[in-house]
């Protein structure tokens, strides 16, 4: 069965730019969540996508959005990128929900100039 | 305030030297702890789900348990190859959100 899918692996943008991130979840799995991971502040929930509707939602600017397709596969989107958006994008995908085990990508790592 | 501490930070082992991390939350209500293994360069891999206090999980070396205020993770007889950061996440039952705590960088010597 293959896992969580995150595209691109690398990406660098500059300050002011707009950039949008693609995640393939798990065959079957409804729910795709979506973190941003840096050194200084950990692992951080952005959104929580099922049935193509944001269900739950981080403290998160504007800047930060996303969507979900009816196959399940999800975009993120960033505008106006800022300098401190450089981190590891992470999504995560469960059957039903994020009360359930989540099954992750390796991530997209973003770097702004 | 929703709040998820680990500790300690960072942790050197050497092999077959149990010991146990610590996941200390402060949450309205608990949906869900979630204990997750991070190597570098990847994305977090789940280990264990903990619903109510007084719950075990074990697997292998690892084995979870979980109070009304914190969680461990104990680590028998660690190999190297259990060298990771490991990573506890909480859901609060009010609020749906999901916290990550910092992790513990744990590096088991040969």
């Known amino acids: 069965k293959a896992g969580v899918t995150q595209t691109p692996r690398y990406l660098i943008k500059t300050r002011g730019q707009q950039v949008t991130l693609s995640c393939s979840p798990i065959?079957?799995?409804?729910?795709v969540s979506w973190y941003q991971q840096t050194p200084g502040q950990g692992l951080q929930f952005l959104f929580e996508?099922?049935?193509?509707?944001?269900?739950n939602k981080g403290n998160f600017p504007g800047r930060f959005s996303g969507r979900q397709f009816s196959n399940s596969r999800s975009e993120m989107n960033v505008s106006t990128l800022e300098l401190g958006d450089s981190a590891l994008y992470l999504c995560a995908s469960s059957p039903q929900g994020m009360d359930q085990p989540q099954h992750f990508g390796d991530g997209t790592r973003l770097s702004i100039l | 305030e929703d709040q998820v501490t680990q500790s300690p930070e960072a942790l050197r082992l050497q092999e077959g030297e149990s010991s146990s991390l610590n996941c200390s939350y402060t949450?309205?209500?608990?949906?869900?702890l979630f204990w997750y293994r991070q190597d570098p360069g990847k994305g977090p891999e789940f280990l264990f789900t903990?619903?109510?206090a007084g719950e075990e999980k074990e697997k292998e070396r690892l084995k979870a348990t979980l109070t009304k205020k914190e969680s461990f993770l104990h680590i028998t007889a660690p190999k190297p190859e259990d060298s990771a950061t490991y990573l506890c996440?909480?859901?609060?039952?009010?609020?749906?959100?999901?916290?990550f705590g910092t992790g513990t960088r744990l590096k088991v010597l040969a």
């Open positions: 065959s079957g799995h409804r729910s």
């Open positions: 903990l619903y109510s």
């Open positions: 996508y099922f049935s193509e509707t944001q269900r």
């Open positions: 949450v309205s209500g608990l949906r869900g």
């Open positions: 996440a909480v859901q609060d039952t009010g609020t749906y959100k999901y916290i």
